[in-house]
């Protein structure tokens, strides 16, 4: 089917491995791990998601005819978790999430339908710490998956709300300035601009959004020319993010972004993007909604955010930095060596290597042959009690007792 | 993969685009293609000619990479960031949504989209149109958005060229199809009933392009614009 593939173990164990880091490092924030069904209710989603979404989801109806989709992400359903299950639960709490999510759009080039989601919510705290702390745990995850060279670009929704509201334009102009926003289309942008005659600094500002970028000095620039609550709130709570990041040790990585464009009716607050180098789209994104709780009637403020497991992958591939993970030894046997063969193994395996023993016999050629379709790193032929045959790769080969096999292997991987 | 080469490092795949800090820009094939070398030209970015980057598809001078793909390939290109910035008609963009940004109306290459129906035919205006209006075209997206925005119900049929055939054959009441002089609409004895649209070369850039190289590509984007609206 197109859009859907199979894993082949590099890839698979990658993905699980980056997934294992990522949940390990939420784990030590405090994050909690939970597990929603893959599949939910319309009904559900349809409260968090817009027509466009709600249009991608994959939908069918089950034996009661009632109609469920496969999700499209995992905020709305730990959304509904925390009002439901967990609704006797102390606020805030810290939950954390992995999975594959689906699309029923069927994309271009090699566009995929399933893909591999890690995330984080924070629920029932607001405010620039909590903010900061989503961010600063992304940026840690990102790292934890092994990505040595990414930056974080945060930005802040209510910025471009706070000029909407002081911008003076027709309503009808102002839902086209929204919707080419939306659709990123500059052109029409100015088309709608340039046929109003009054100029102010709020039009400036929509024409230059996507080169709003930078550092602390960006706020500043900014501050001197809105003139509105909202907007400037934004850039107070931005600065003082900027400032706990900097004590969260991602003062280099973190960039300002007030043209950041995300789906303004979800978020409410600051917004931020993970990217790593040369990759056409962001690894991690997420942001403060503190609207859809309510929707599931306990309502609290909230952020999160979802890493790209496909997207963590591509990038450790790209670097060669994909972790290896090749099978450690290759244990042949042949007559009495069956029972070293297997005592060896075991040995490995609680030095947590990745042994294979064979499963018939085999001597010199043919266990090399089947060595190399193995592919581990070592091969240790045991053709009796006392000694084993050990050969490395691209070694040569010695007779040693099986127990000091078994220690040399063991020191080589510490 | 041979199952044998399961445990193989993967080879370090080149970085898409090349040396850092180069810029890439995707070129559309056809009608848009002098229009979009003379823009990089009049930009002082590269001369090329047509006739050496459709023998080569991919040239890279002084930290500047251009390829030459399909029209309605720009927009995956620049969307998967392949490239950082694409040139493309309006049109294309009608059919795509993906996550570009379209930064700059290049003002070339002008055509209207356009639905037209044979001489003979007695449709006209909305009032004219059957319960059931079929349609051929190659933008079929655009096609069905715009008649469902009417409220009118229709039948899309896809092609992909020799669009002006269809109605003389009699299968579809009418076309929406591209027209920048309406003489192949003429030739055809095919009338104009309606605009859908207004089309010119768009300048697309690349959502991470733009964030993590901003300085480079909106200096190219600047640049670009420079040229453009001197060009008129």
């Known amino acids: ?414 | 993969m041979t199952p044998g080469k399961g445990n193989s490092r993967p080879a370090p795949r080149p970085s898409p685009r090349g040396v850092e800090g180069e810029i890439s820009i995707a070129l559309p094939t056809g009608m848009l293609l002098p229009g979009a070398l003379r823009l990089l030209s009049h930009a002082g970015v590269m001369r090329l000619s047509a006739a050496e980057l459709g023998r080569r598809l991919l040239v890279e001078r002084s930290g500047v990479r251009v390829i030459l793909v399909r029209p309605a390939d720009v927009p995956a290109y620049v969307d998967h960031g392949a490239a950082d910035l694409g040139i493309v008609g309006k049109d294309v963009l009608w059919e795509s949504n993906g996550s570009h940004y379209e930064l700059v109306d290049l003002h070339f290459g002008p055509c209207r989209l356009v639905l037209a129906v044979p001489e003979e035919s007695k449709l006209n205006g909305p009032e004219t149109w059957p319960p059931l209006m079929r349609v051929a075209t190659k933008l079929p997206r655009t096609t069905a958005a715009w008649f469902e925005a009417r409220g009118q119900a229709v039948e899309v049929v896809r092609l992909h060229g020799s669009v002006e055939l269809a109605p003389q054959v009699g299968l579809v009441d009418g076309i929406v199809d591209l027209t920048a002089s309406g003489r192949t609409l003429r030739e055809n004895k095919l009338r104009v009933t309606a605009t859908l649209g207004s089309s010119t070369a768009r300048l697309i850039g690349n959502q991470a392009s733009l964030k993590t190289r901003t300085d480079a590509v909106q200096a190219m984007v600047a640049r670009l614009r420079e040229a453009a609206n001197h060009a008129d």
């Open chain 1, 1 to 414: 089917m197109p859009g859907f593939r199979d894993l082949l173990p590099e890839e698979a164990e990658a993905l699980r491995g980056a997934q294992e880091s990522l949940l390990e490092e939420m784990r030590r924030w405090g994050y909690r791990y939970v597990v929603t069904p893959m599949v939910e209710s319309i009904d559900v989603l349809a409260l968090g998601l817009n027509a466009e979404q709600q249009r991608r989801l994959f939908k069918f109806s089950d034996a009661r005819g009632e109609v469920v989709a496969l999700v499209g992400e995992r905020t709305i359903p730990v959304a509904r978790l925390v009002a439901g299950k967990l609704r006797s639960a102390a606020l805030p709490l810290r939950l954390c999430y992995a999975g594959p999510v689906l699309s029923a759009d069927e994309g271009r080039f090699h566009q995929r339908r399933e893909t591999y989601q890690v995330g984080a919510e924070l629920v029932g705290a607001s405010g620039p710490a909590a903010d900061a702390e989503v961010i600063a745990l992304a940026a840690r995850c990102l790292e934890a998956a092994g990505l040595r060279r990414y930056q974080v670009d945060v930005g802040h929704s209510e910025f471009f709300q706070g000029i909407m509201d002081a911008v003076r334009l027709p309503a009808a102009v102002k839902a086209g300035v929204r919707s080419a926003l939306a659709a990123r289309d500059f052109v029409a942008l100015e088309e709608l601009l340039a046929h109003t005659p009054l100029r102010s600094a709020e039009h400036e500002l929509l024409l230059r959004f996507p080169a709003l970028r930078g550092g602390a000095e960006i706020l500043e620039a900014a501050g001197g020319l809105v003139r509105n609550r909202r907007s400037e709130q934004a850039l107070a709570e931005l600065a003082r993010v900027q400032e706990l990041l900097v004590a969260h040790g991602l003062g280099a990585v973190v960039g300002l972004d007030l043209g950041a464009i995300r789906d303004f009716d979800y978020y409410t607050g600051v917004i931020f993007e993970g990217y790593g180098p040369d990759l056409g789209r962001p690894v991690a994104q997420g942001g403060r909604y503190d609207r859809l709780l309510e929707r599931f009637g306990r309502p609290a403020p909230a952020t999160g955010f979802v890493v790209q497991l496909d997207l963590v992958w591509e990038l450790l591939a790209r670097g060669g930095r994909a972790p290896l993970r090749r099978i450690d030894a290759a244990l042949a046997w042949t007559g009495s060596g069956q029972a070293t063969a297997m005592r060896l193994g075991s040995t490995l395996r609680l030095f947590g290597m990745r042994a294979v023993v064979d499963t018939e016999a085999r001597r010199d050629r043919e266990a090399r042959a089947w060595w190399r379709a193995v592919g581990a790193e070592n091969l240790i032929q045991c053709r009796g009690t006392k000694t084993v045959a050990w050969t490395a790769h691209g070694g040569r080969t010695r007779s040693l007792p099986p127990e000091q096999v078994a220690a040399r292997l063991a020191g080589a991987l510490s």
